[in-house]
């Protein structure tokens, strides 16, 4: 690239929305395939999934884990979700005795 008569080499550049990347096959408590499981899910979270929320990220995991276990794991995953973000409706709605309650229902959404 040239700019202001210089040549400007590039790297690298995080304009990568139109890179293809392969989604994770779907997990089926296979053992040995998790780390290769978590690891595409990673790399497919971080190239094409930046601005989503933390929780539809995992819910799009969750998509692709099933079978018989893993079924009962996601199942409490996804109860652990909704129970967050209902304590923090609630809190909101009604309010809290402190805002340092408030702060922290607000940080356990983030996570």
Excluded: H
Aim: charged share 30%; hydrophobic share 40%; net charge positive.
């Amino acid at each position: 690239m040239l700019e202001g008569g210089k040549v400007v080499v590039v790297l690298w550049s995080n304009t990568g929305s139109n890179v293809k990347v392969a989604k994770p096959q779907t997990f089926d408590e296979t053992t040995s395939k998790v780390s290769e499981f978590l690891i595409t899910c990673k790399l497919y979270i971080r190239m094409r999934m930046r601005r989503v929320t933390v929780e539809k990220q995992v819910q799009w995991i969750l998509s692709y884990v099933q079978r018989e276990l893993a079924n009962v794991w996601k199942e409490n995953i996804i109860e652990n979700l909704e129970r967050k973000l209902l304590n923090y409706e609630i809190v909101e709605e009604f309010g809290s005795r402190s805002d340092e309650m408030l702060k922290v229902v607000k940080l356990k959404k983030i996570e």
